[in-house]
């Protein structure tokens, strides 16, 4: 058989176990073979329910749907208070611009500095007490 078509058949038997998934499982799969990497370990459980962050054809909605399970930070930007509630334009600024998930298990996606960050941007300010 020449390559070519081995190649069409293995394609088609692989299309044909993929729709006699149920739907559900279907899209899941199909989702979590074009991730780009594993979630950092703080959202692993969340790995195989991509709708949880993303929504199709929308990338816009995905910081709605991350201020919806980050209550805190989402109170924080609409009071204008604590470190989010306090960086310039970060209602049109998408989580994702400082925070990506898909750099796996131990990734650090807060980069904080300690040694440069600036207290005076949060609710928690440094005094020193002598």
């Known amino acids: 058989m020449p390559r070519l078509y081995?190649?069409?058949?293995?394609?088609?038997?692989?299309?044909?176990?993929?729709?006699?998934?149920?739907?559900?499982?279907?899209?899941?799969?199909?989702?979590?073979?074009?991730?780009?990497?594993?979630?950092?370990?703080?959202?692993?459980?969340?790995?195989?329910?991509?709708?949880?962050c993303h929504a199709k054809f929308s990338k816009k909605r995905q910081s709605t749907l991350c201020l919806a399970c980050h209550k805190k930070v989402a109170g924080d930007i609409r009071g204008g208070k604590g470190y989010h509630g306090r960086i310039e334009n970060i209602r049109t600024t998408e989580c994702k611009s400082c925070h990506t998930d898909h750099k796996g298990r131990n990734a650090d996606i807060v980069q904080l500095d300690r040694e440069t960050f600036d207290h005076r941007k949060t609710d928690f300010m440094l005094s020193s007490q002598g």
């Open 6 to 52: 081995r190649i069409r058949y293995c394609a088609w038997l692989g299309l044909l176990a993929l729709l006699s998934l149920p739907l559900g499982t279907r899209a899941a799969d199909v989702e979590t073979l074009v991730m780009p990497g594993p979630l950092i370990q703080g959202h692993a459980k969340y790995e195989t329910q991509c709708s949880r």
